[in-house]
Nanobody, 124 residues
Framework: QLQLVESGGGLVQPGGSLRLACAAS???????????IGWFRQAPGKEREGVSC????????NYADSVKGRFTMSRDNAKQRVYLQMNSLKPEDTAVYYC??????????????WGQGTPVTVSE
């Protein structure tokens, strides 16, 4: 089984930057390199939404319209980590951010593994 742990959340002022990390730990028989990783977020009182996704080889990334041009996703397979660089943060970005993994591609309807989430608060 694949274990995912998010980190890097916190309090930041509007216009500021934050980098989230998703650290993976793979059990025997699982290879992190083969997984596509997505970032999701859930704001208070709202449904969880997809933020971004990166394929296993890092050659394909996609972003929600609300974060395009501000967020950048990357992965380091050697370190079994995925990152979300968040710039020009807005109060609307306040949410708990989750990473999730699938053995398929970013267009899969189902992500199989989820982290516990890390909270991000954008406020003065």
């Amino acid at each position: 089984q694949l274990q995912l742990v998010e980190s890097g959340g916190g309090l930041v002022q509007p216009g500021g930057s934050l980098r989230l990390a998703c650290a993976a730990s793979a059990a025997s028989g699982f290879t992190f390199n083969y997984y596509a990783i997505g970032w999701f977020r859930q704001a208070p009182g709202k449904e969880r939404e997809g933020v971004s996704c990166i394929d296993s080889n890092g050659g394909n990334t996609n972003y929600a319209d609300s974060v395009k041009g501000r967020f950048t996703m990357s992965r380091d397979n050697a370190k079994q980590r995925v990152y979300l660089q968040m710039n020009s943060l807005k109060p609307e970005d306040t949410a708990v951010y989750y990473c999730a993994a699938t053995g398929g591609w970013c267009d899969t309807p189902q992500f199989e593994y989820w982290g516990q989430g890390t909270p991000v608060t954008v406020s003065e």
